[in-house]
């Protein structure tokens, strides 16, 4: 197994910037637009806009929730491991709200999907976007493309690309890792 360093922690941190820039330019006050993170590891991401937002920015407030779609997933059941749900996290209204949906890797497009269903749960949003950290750009198995993209990557299928953040792996990076 090999592994290429695609972003270090300075180039992630310049993109977090950017797109936390990108959002102020359409929603600038925040106030009729919500962030979910959809769970696992879209939420380290969501968390990470919402604090540049509020503290380089200067927004008093920005509505960040978490958003868990493991059981609505098409492939849930085709797996032979054990599905383990992680929590959903929502306390505010998304009726009528734009909502921007914020997930580390774009892929398959499957997980939007799926969150696109979540979300209805939570009430009918007023728009939804999507922002991402990386687009695996050539992997689409459904017509979802992100509003908001940190970088393209262009990877084969036995390539994944390994995104990490401090809080779960004690660094900020993200790999391109060949099996």
């Known amino acids: 197994m090999s592994q290429k360093l695609l972003l270090n922690a300075k180039e992630i941190e310049i993109i977090l910037h950017r797109l936390a820039c990108q959002l ?12 979910v993170g959809i769970q696992p590891r879209g939420v380290f991401l969501a968390n990470r806009i919402q604090k540049i937002l509020m503290e380089d920015y200067g927004l008093p407030e920005v509505k960040t929730g978490k958003l868990d779609i493991t059981f609505y997933r098409d492939d849930f059941r085709r797996t032979g491991k054990t599905l383990e749900a992680n929590k959903t996290k929502i306390d505010f209204l998304v009726e009528d709200k734009n909502v ?3 997930d580390d890797v774009l892929f398959t497009g499957r997980s939007i999907r799926a969150a696109l269903t979540a979300i209805q749960s939570f009430g009918r949003p007023k728009e939804i976007e999507l922002l991402t950290l990386i687009d695996r750009r050539f ?4 017509p979802i493309q992100p509003d908001y993209n940190g970088r393209q990557v262009d990877a084969i299928n036995d390539e994944k690309v390994l995104v990490n953040w401090v809080e779960n792996a004690d660094e900020d990076s993200v790999y391109l890792v060949k099996k």
Do not use: A
């Open 24 to 35: 102020l330019e359409k929603h600038s006050d925040f106030s009729e637009t919500v962030l």
């Open 100 to 102: 921007v949906f914020i």
């Open 139 to 142: 992997s689409r198995h459904l």
